[in-house]
């Protein structure tokens, strides 16, 4: 079965360093989204991207984050000075909305733990 | 925006019992998943039900979309149904809003 594969599953880096979390969504989706989860809480919405651009983005994703899809199949998050509130972890999403199964559902990856240090 | 709650917030169980988790959200919706969340902090999608009754084994769920809630049952729990549980929904393309989720323990 078709599934979100995210890499490294584990990231440590220094305050202030850029990182670079990769996500490969499944092969056919349209739709592609970033969550992160800071320990302990729930999950969050970070920004979605839809026809290689930014659909929607919350309050969280500000000017250090940025998204792209370099090629047709990897969708990566960006970034680019990482502060000690980014340590979380990160799921990457796909959908296939208006594909031939007419389903809204998100497919999640494993997700990428990053520790800020 | 939209918003989700889901109880209990925690619950213990003994192995063997049967629990149903509650998830409420406030405006119409076409999209509602059930995750677990395993040890290893992997969302394990468990259902995609925006309406009605789908059975996976000793779990189960139900949505009833006119009244804005679902729930998800588990029966004959195991240790290994320990973890937390997720409701997160929408409405078409727009981004998943999660619950806090309900936190299961199941002891032997």
């Known amino acids: 079965e078709p599934e979100v594969t995210q890499t490294p599953s584990h990231q440590v880096t220094q305050m202030g360093q850029e990182v670079i979390l990769r996500c490969v969504p499944i092969s056919n989706h349209l739709y592609f989204y970033w969550y992160r989860q800071i320990l302990g809480q729930k999950v969050e919405f970070l920004v979605s991207?839809?026809?290689?651009?930014?659909?929607?983005k919350s309050e969280i994703f500000d000017d250090q984050f940025s998204v792209e899809r370099p090629d047709g199949s990897n969708f990566t998050l960006k970034i680019r000075s990482t502060k000690l509130e980014d340590s979380a972890m990160y799921f990457c999403?796909?959908?296939?909305?208006?594909?031939?199964?007419?389903?809204?559902?998100?497919?999640f990856g494993p997700g990428t733990r990053l520790t800020v240090t | 925006g939209i918003q989700v709650e889901q109880s209990p917030p925690d619950l213990i169980l003994q192995e063997g019992a049967n629990s149903t988790l509650r998830c409420n959200f406030s405006?119409?919706?076409?999209?509602l998943q059930w995750f677990h969340q395993n040890p290893w902090g992997q969302l394990i999608n468990l259902f995609y039900i925006p309406s009605g009754t789908k059975q996976n084994g000793r779990l189960s769920a139900t949505t009833v979309a006119t009244e804005r809630y679902s729930l998800l049952y588990i029966s004959s729990s195991q240790t290994t149904d320990s973890g937390v549980y997720f409701c997160?929904?929408?409405?078409?393309?727009?981004?998943?809003?999660f619950g806090k989720g309900t936190r299961l323990s199941v002891i032997a």
């Open positions: 405006d119409s919706v076409n999209n």
């Open positions: 991207f839809y026809n290689n651009e930014i659909s929607e």
């Open positions: 999403a796909s959908s296939e909305p208006n594909g031939a199964s007419l389903s809204y559902e998100q497919y």
């Open positions: 997160a929904v929408n409405s078409g393309n727009t981004p998943l809003v």
